[in-house]
């Protein structure tokens, strides 16, 4: 820890500037971890996590700094939900190529004055798309972390309103809301508001929201990092594309990132010496990382509940097998 973190840590604290110190934190954290003194940075995080265990904690601490959460006027329900993850590059399991395409986004935010001096300023709207469970969610957690700023989660049950031009004006109150501060603002299942303008099911009333979302997007100057993530990028209209800095598509994982899954889900519990995670690699050929975590979930619960200190081959092979059934009856519906 170099001089100028000790100088912004002292900052946070004398300020009360909770959003520095997570910001320094875990900049001192990933420094750790560079250094290789991996042992240093798990305790750091842990204390970091333990610390931020109670969400509404947290949200108390942003009370006075920010507007009260906008709600729906037909039901009452909040349209956005406030976060802190604590989740780091170490959690992301993922193409090389899109790990490095991240990691250009809190580069540029942290050097945003550089890039000012020329004109230039940071990508901050992002889209996301990709197949279910390959990252994009955890992708803004980790950007959420790595940037400083908390995450705010859309939420589309709330923000779509059965009464004519209330949908419109929900949208209005997140840009709004968003303008109040700096965030990392996920949009999930963004094709819901994006679809697109000719879709010959859909009313006026739905053309008329993408048409102002668009608009709304397009207009937005904050500093905020605003992501889409969806998984059916083929729903979304041709204008929303354009409306990006960048756009991001996510895989599933290839073999190598899928034993990598393996032995990162499965760490916290000791395993049969005779496992081999390249043999489920090969198993779990077109499983998506989430799918992995449910396998790995399976069989140490098996293994717990059986009263065994080691997860063997047996217990793996057999959540794989249960999981594959879930992929087939997940693809039916």
């Known amino acids: 820890m170099n001089s100028d973190d000790i100088e912004r840590l002292f900052q946070a604290f004398a300020t009360k500037d909770e959003r520095l ?17 991996h042992l240093v940075a798990i305790k750091l995080r842990k204390i970091i996590k333990d610390q931020f265990k109670d969400q509404s904690k947290y949200q108390s ?38 790990e490095e395409r991240l990691r250009e986004i809190p580069l540029e935010i942290k050097n945003k004055d550089i890039l000012s001096n020329y004109g230039l300023k940071p990508k901050n709207k992002l889209l ?17 972390s790595a940037i400083g700023y908390p995450l705010l989660v859309v939420k589309f049950e709330s923000l779509i309103s059965s009464f004519l031009g ?6 209005r109150k997140v840009f709004d809301y968003i303008e ?30 993408v048409n102002n979302f668009m608009l709304m997007l397009e207009d937005y100057q904050g500093e905020s990092v605003l992501i889409a993530a969806t998984n059916h ?6 204008g929303v594309w354009r409306r990006f800095d960048d756009i991001i598509q996510f895989e599933l994982p290839n073999t190598e990132s899928r034993i990598r899954l393996y032995e990162k889900k499965m760490s916290v519990i000791p395993r049969d010496t005779t496992i081999d995670f390249a043999s489920f690699a090969n198993q ?47 693809e039916k519906v």
Do not use: C
Not at 61 to 88: A, C, H, Y
Not at 166 to 171: F, Q, S, V
Not at 301 to 324: P, S
């Open 21 to 37: 110190f997570q910001q320094v934190a875990q900049e001192i954290i990933e420094h750790e971890e560079q250094l290789n003194h």
């Open 61 to 98: 601490t942003l009370s006075f700094r920010t507007q009260p959460i906008p709600r729906d006027n037909e039901k009452g329900f909040p349209l956005l939900e406030i976060k802190k993850p604590f989740s780091d590059w170490s959690d992301l399991i993922i193409s090389q190529e899109v």
């Open 128 to 144: 996301f798309y990709g197949p279910p469970g390959t990252g994009k969610t955890l992708s803004a957690k980790v950007l959420s």
């Open 166 to 171: 209330e949908t419109a004006a929900n949208i």
């Open 180 to 209: 109040s501060g700096r965030w990392v603002v996920l949009f999930d299942e963004f094709d819901i508001i994006g679809k697109k303008r000719d879709d010959p099911t859909e009313h006026g009333e739905i053309k008329r929201v």
């Open 233 to 238: 990028p083929q729903l979304l209209d041709s």
């Open 284 to 330: 779990s050929n077109n499983f998506s990382g989430s799918d992995i975590e449910q396998v790995a979930n399976r069989a140490m619960k098996n293994t717990l509940l059986d009263k065994r200190k080691r997860v063997t081959k047996d217990d793996i092979e057999r959540a794989i097998i249960r999981q594959k059934e879930m992929i087939s009856i997940r």
